[in-house]
Nanobody
Framework: QVQLVESGGGLVQPGGSLRLSCTGS????????TGWLRRAPGKEHEAVSV????????YYADSVRGRFTISRDNAKNTVYLEMSSLKPEGTAVYHC???????????????????WGQGTQVTVSA
């Protein structure tokens, strides 16, 4: 059974940092494009970042580029999202997602991903 389990969410002040983790079971994340989508209250899912399976190329939404970093530890079968300079609009549930045959031209579409984690809440507030 495939599972993606997120951790690391919480409450952080504006300008602060958090690191999210996504650990896979039942699949090897280095064989999947793995990324993060977030959903703020009352809004649609928004793609944040993805790391490809083939060569580890990373992609970021314009809203987070330069502040967020995605990485993968194959030995731990875990993908990380390092978030810094967090803003209140970053408040959302962050979902880890994975896809074996991601079409890079539409990586930002939530419909591209077959596997989803339950999500971890990130709240950015003073």
């Amino acid at each position: 059974q495939v599972q993606l389990v997120e951790s690391g969410g919480g409450l952080v002040q504006p300008g602060g940092s958090l690191r999210l983790s996504c650990t896979g079971s039942g699949l090897s994340l280095d064989n999947y494009a793995t990324g993060w989508l977030r959903r703020a209250p009352g809004k649609e899912h928004e793609a944040v970042s993805v790391i490809t399976s083939s060569d580890g190329t990373t992609y970021y939404a314009d809203s987070v580029r330069g502040r967020f970093t995605i990485s993968r530890d194959n030995a731990k079968n875990t993908v990380y999202l390092e978030m810094s300079s967090l803003k209140p609009e970053g408040t959302a549930v962050y979902h880890c997602v994975a896809e074996s045959a991601l079409r890079l031209g539409v990586w930002m579409s939530p419909f591209e991903y077959d596997y989803w984690g339950q999500g971890t809440q990130v709240t950015v507030s003073a």
